[in-house]
């Protein structure tokens, strides 16, 4: 199968977007492959053509919607996460509608929180050599720390509701941990 044929473009578009809705309506661990396909108006079997379940399809999506996040510049990224992320994350209406809907569901964010931190462990590793860390510490150690220290800060953001802005989260961030990329 070709990923630049027109209908598996069309089949993708199609089961994205349904698997998209089904998001806004049903919490993740309720959604079941026939759903999707109900929705998309698409046979089962062509699903698996595509996706292995619908985890895997989590994860597309995962990569679509972190593409803007993963292009932005590597010293920004690490140097100011938080503010970075909101500025990637909040900008649709919709994103946030999803993950009000699914912000109890542990499946979801167990699924989607696993496959971000394998992205970010990649984007670690791939630009390690800009990666300044406190010195003895390893590269692999480092992301380990940088990973928990992330959600550490995300679960401590949804569970005391903060007000704080995203560069006051990223000061304490970087006050918590010594971390950063090195200046151009």
Request: aromatic share 12%.
């Amino acid at each position: 199968m070709k990923h630049d044929d027109l209908r598996v473009i069309k089949t993708k578009q199609a089961l994205s977007r349904s698997f998209f809705q089904l998001l806004k309506e049903k919490k993740f661990s309720n959604i079941t492959v026939r759903n999707i396909c109900d929705f998309a108006l698409v046979h089962r079997t062509t699903f698996y053509q595509h996706f292995l379940d619908k985890y895997d399809l989590l994860f597309y999506l995962i990569n679509l919607f972190t593409k803007d996040y993963f292009s932005t510049n590597i010293q920004k990224r690490v140097n100011s996460p938080f503010t970075v992320m909101s500025e990637v994350f909040n900008k649709t209406d919709e994103l946030q509608v999803i993950k009000t809907k699914q912000d109890d569901d542990r499946e979801f964010s167990r699924a989607s929180t696993n496959h971000f931190i394998q992205l970010l462990q990649k984007d670690v590793l791939e630009n390690q050599q800009k990666i300044v860390t406190p010195p003895g510490i390893p590269i692999e150690l480092a992301f380990y720390i940088y990973e928990s220290s992330l959600s550490g800060f995300t679960e401590w953001i949804q569970s005391s509701q903060t007000s704080l802005k995203p560069e006051k989260i990223d000061e304490l961030f970087h006050k918590t941990i010594n971390i950063r990329v090195k200046n151009n």
